[in-house]
């Protein structure tokens, strides 16, 4: 057992040995070597084991058999690796011994060079510094060869826009010229060519970083605004990377570098991480492709010339006329892309054009611009963050002092920017002017509005100068800042041209030649500021939070827009809002009426409308547009509109004043004094066909349930409330409204009123107020105001409404008196007892008809129906009650006389039916109390007893009193018995009139 572990151990150590000697370096031997005598053993253990466990001799001769087989395999193999070990120890010992023989040769020979050398010290000396300087020479001509190409290098990388290898190569070039060949008197003309190359290249490099600030991004933005149909850039740009993702066109990346430089400006690669800037020179792309990798490359470029300082004030002095350049680019390309319209493509519109917003195309163009301009300043900003971080960079990394400057510089180049464009379109140099002429505001009460129909002497106008010189400040200014700001940018490549026309300053400048006055979109004016405060706002916004404005702070740009609303614009709308409410108000055509009807289906009306209601509320229109283009200063736009209503208001019941008090105090107009009484005017508003004209149905859809005597109950209720205020007085003719024109402008007056007022009621319901509002608002609607204001409007409104509500009733109560004032007259001063046989009714009866017939037709045609309705429903049975109350007046009567009243009744009932299309019952019962009188006292009294009551116990009476006193000769005693009878008759019957 012995005898196996010990060789297999010596196997090993073997094995071992070998492999130390094929690789030729003694080993020490490894750790592990411990391992196999722990296998061994364990292999005996299982020998062991085994020969215990055996029950037999003959299975231990056979296990004794199995392992000298084993041990046979063992020893052969160990005999073949001896064998190999010795082939190979006696190769490595013959390389050794012949290595160690050509090392002593090596040593042998190098001694013999050493003394040979020795004895030749001073010619090899001399060869080497020969050597030397044959290798130096050569370098110089090389370095001549290389620098004689510079000038034709330099500008192949230039014009292939390789501006780092341009500079480098220049750079390296010049350094050579200044060392090494400076005193090669050969290359003097190259190196002033080299020179002047790099002044050159320092021009070019300013140009490209002007170029890729400023210029590029006017052609970028309005070719995507173009494509994208005035979309935002970026979407336009997203739009556009996913409907071409396939293609790689130039055109695709530079729309690509566009959403980046928007999306993640000042990341420049290249720069900050470490690495090194590099440039592809392969000619596979456009280097500018990639404008902030492209700017970075430019910056560094400056910086290795040396001129990045001077770059830096070159890129501060000229950012005021690159931006001004910007504007006038976009500017007039839009006014190339958006030709003038001709006149007939644009009529005007039906209704008087307003002058409180600007023009609806002009608007649109001023907005397109604007809207241009700030995607391209905001392309702007971001390229010069860009620009300043590789400024930044390139100055840290070369080591150099430069005064950079700073993000808030660049927006305040960009206010001045902008506030001289907007002081061109808000025409701020005509703000003096327009103040200096401006009216006197409209803030007398109206008077009388006779006065205004009376023929004055023309006012002597006072001289006044053409102009004063501080009224002229802001155009002063404003042509001052645009000349000092223009020449700052270069004398020699920016001229002037301004002029001075009507009034109107403008300035003008260009590039290299002289350019006349300078384009616009829109016309100046004040009411720009309309059409642009809402952006304006958005961007002002962005300025303040790039700024970092503080809450309650704000930016030059905002302060400068507020400053012009409320110093400028404001007097400007006052002006012109006085102006046209005194126009409206004030002029000789006050009551002119607007019959179009095209502009009444637009207004949904059916009867003129008074062109001064139109005109007011038209600028209550502007105003209340004002609020969602203005919505910072919605208070004070609400409050001229209460100004402005209160204005209209004096001056509409100043006109109701002039119609219904005239101007001797002694007289008065019984319709306006009843209508004024609060228990004649409550009572007529109780009535149901009152309540069923403002429910805006007909009377008679609303009175469908009511009964003909409920009808008329109410109406001989009416008539005697009125006969009661009015007494048994005759009504002289100027206490009444005579002329049928002065009714038809109280009917134009009532209509307008009432649709003007509904109009404000309506205006001020859809105001939000300010307790129940959010404070989110979207740009355009309408902001919330105080509730003050919206009660105010809604006060105002009722004003109006109830001023239109008293103008009806006053003709509901004129055309009562008419009839009072032609009928009275009728019983007093008729003669009914005449001989003669008259076929023709009364003159007063007559005039009346003419009269009704007159008002008809002026009310018609400017009432609605149903209010016509309800002014002449109900005459018929005030007309009945006047004409059967009239018999106490009646002296005496014959049948002739009976026959010409009821002439007089059949002729107005004639005419009231022609105006109300329907028939009067109650003139055919007062027609059948005057054919009554035909009878003697005693047949009308059986026919009273056997028929009923047909009249009233005071008809009856005065019936018979007259039928007495038309009887000569009758007894007081025979009319006693006969009103004795009648009280009978009506204490013992009860029979419904």
């Not at 020479?137 to 620098?147: A, G, S, W």
């Not at 204490?987 to 419904?992: D, N, R, S, Y």
Request: aromatic share 6%.
């Amino acid at each position: 057992m012995n005898g196996v572990s010990g060789s297999q151990c010596r196997l090993r150590q073997l094995e071992h040995t070998t492999k130390m000697a094929d690789t030729g370096t003694p080993q020490r031997p490894a750790r592990g070597g411990k391992h196999p005598p722990k296998e061994s053993s364990g292999l005996l253990m299982s020998v062991i084991r085994t020969l215990s466990a055996s029950e037999s001799n003959e299975q231990r001769d056979r296990e004794k058999a199995r392992l000298e087989r084993v041990h046979s395999v063992d020893r052969g193999n160990l005999d073949q690796v001896l064998t190999n070990f010795d082939t190979i120890f006696g190769d490595v010992s013959g390389r050794l011994t012949e290595s160690r023989k050509r090392i002593r040769t090596i040593k042998d020979n190098l001694a013999a060079c050493k003394h040979l050398l020795h004895c030749k010290r001073d010619e090899l000396k001399e060869r080497w510094l020969e050597g030397v300087e044959h290798k130096h020479v050569m370098l110089l001509l090389e370095q001549i060869d290389e620098v004689q190409d510079v000038g034709e290098r330099v500008g192949a990388y230039v014009g292939r826009k390789h501006y780092l290898h341009a500079t480098q190569l220049l750079v390296t070039s010049l350094t050579r010229l200044r060392t090494d060949l400076k005193k090669v008197e050969a290359l003097k003309d190259v190196n002033t060519d080299l020179h002047s190359r790099k002044e050159r290249l320092h021009e070019a490099l300013i140009e490209e970083v002007h170029e890729h600030l400023y210029r590029r991004w006017t052609r970028e933005v309005l070719s995507l605004r173009r494509q994208g149909s005035g979309r935002d850039p970026a979407t336009a740009l997203a739009r556009a990377g996913s409907d071409r993702a396939s293609t790689t066109t130039k055109a695709d990346k530079a729309r690509k570098n566009l959403l980046e430089m928007m999306t993640s400006p000042g990341k420049v690669r290249g720069l900050g991480d470490g690495e090194v800037l590099q440039e592809d020179v392969s000619g596979s792309g456009n280097p500018e492709d990639d404008s902030q990798h492209f700017m970075a490359i430019v910056v560094e470029c400056l910086a290795l010339l040396g001129k990045l300082p001077d770059a830096v004030e070159t890129i501060n002095r000229r950012m005021q006329k690159e931006l001004a350049l910007i504007i006038q680019r976009t500017t007039q390309q839009i006014v190339e892309h958006h030709p003038p319209a001709p006149p007939e493509d644009e009529p005007p519109p039906a209704s008087a054009p307003t002058m409180l917003r600007a023009d609806a195309r002009e608007a649109r163009l001023l907005q397109e611009l604007l809207q241009v301009v700030f995607e391209q300043l905001r392309l702007v900003v971001a390229a010069h963050r860009s620009v300043l971080a590789s400024l930044r960079c390139s100055a840290d990394k070369h080591g150099l002092e430069v005064q950079l400057y700073t993000m808030p510089d660049v927006w305040s180049k960009v206010q001045a920017a902008l506030q001289v464009m907007l002081s061109e379109y808000l025409d701020l140099s005509q703000l003096g002017t327009g103040q200096q002429q401006a009216p006197a505001a409209f803030t007398e009460a109206a008077s009388d509005l006779s006065s205004f129909f009376s023929k004055k002497r023309t006012p002597r106008s006072k001289p006044y100068g053409l102009f004063k010189f501080e009224a002229s400040y802001h155009a002063m200014t404003m042509n001052s800042y645009l000349m000092e700001q223009l020449e700052q940018t270069g004398g020699d490549t920016v001229t002037f041209d301004i002029s001075v026309t009507d009034g109107n300053a403008s300035s003008t400048a260009g590039r290299g030649s002289k350019v006349g006055k300078r384009v616009l979109v829109c016309s100046p004016s004040p009411h720009n500021i309309t059409a642009i405060f809402n952006p304006l706002q958005l961007f002002i916004k962005e300025i303040e939070e790039a700024l970092g404005c503080s809450p309650g702070t704000h930016c030059t740009l905002y302060v400068f827009i507020t400053d012009y609303i409320k110093d400028a614009f404001f007097a400007q709308l006052h002006m012109e809002t006085e102006s046209r409410l005194e126009q409206a108000t004030k002029a000789l055509d006050l009551w002119k009426t607007v019959k179009d009807p095209a502009t009444l289906r637009s207004l949904k009306v059916s009867r003129p409308l008074l062109e001064s209601s139109l005109s007011v509320w038209q600028i209550i229109e502007e105003l209340r547009w004002l609020l969602g283009a203005l919505p910072l200063y919605a208070d004070h736009f609400v409050t001229r509109m209460c100004n402005t209503l209160m204005s209209y208001r004096e001056t509409c019941q100043a006109a109701y004043r002039g119609i219904t008090q005239p101007d001797s105090e002694d007289k008065r107009i019984i319709s306006a004094t009843w209508a004024k009484d609060e228990d004649i005017s409550r009572f007529l508003r109780d009535l149901p066909n009152w309540r069923a004209l403002q429910a805006g149905v007909t009377s008679d859809s609303c009175l469908e349930d009511e009964n003909p005597e409920e009808v008329g109950e109410r109406n001989r209720k009416e008539a005697e409330i009125l006969t009661g205020n009015l007494g048994d007085q005759l009504i002289p003719q100027h206490e009444i409204l005579a002329d049928s024109g002065q009714l038809r402008t109280l009917a134009h007056l009532q209509e307008s009123l009432e649709w003007f007022g509904g109009c404000i009621v309506k205006f001020a319901a859809s105001l939000p107020v300010k307790s129940s509002s959010s404070s989110i608002l979207v740009s355009g609607e309408v902001p919330p105001v105080s509730d003050a204001s919206v009660q105010t409007l809604t006060s105002l409104a009722k004003d109006f409404e109830e001023l239109a509500h008293t103008c009806l009733l006053v003709l509901h109560l004129e055309v009562r008196l008419h009839c009072f004032f032609y009928l009275l007259p009728v019983a007093r001063g008729g003669v009914f007892a005449s001989g003669l046989d008259s076929q023709e009714p009364d003159t007063e009866v007559l005039k009346l008809i003419k009269d009704l017939a007159t008002i008809d037709e002026a009310l018609t045609s400017t009432l609605h129906p149903r209010k016509c309705k309800y002014i002449f429903e109900g005459l018929g049975p005030l007309i009945a009650n006047i004409l059967m109350s009239s018999v106490v007046h009646i002296r005496r009567i014959n049948e002739n006389g009976i026959k010409k009243m009821c002439r007089n009744i059949f002729s107005i009932q004639q005419q009231l039916t022609n105006i109300t299309m329907t028939r009067e019952l109650a003139l055919d019962q007062a027609r059948q109390y005057y054919e009554m009188l035909y009878h003697p006292q005693d047949e009308i009294l059986n026919v009273l007893m056997n028929r009923g009551k047909q009249f009233s116990e005071l008809e009856y009476l005065n019936a018979l009193q007259l039928l007495h006193r038309s009887s000569p000769g009758s007894s007081q005693e025979t009319l006693q018995a006969s009103l004795q009878k009648l009280s009978e008759i009506f204490g013992e019957i009860g029979v419904t009139v």
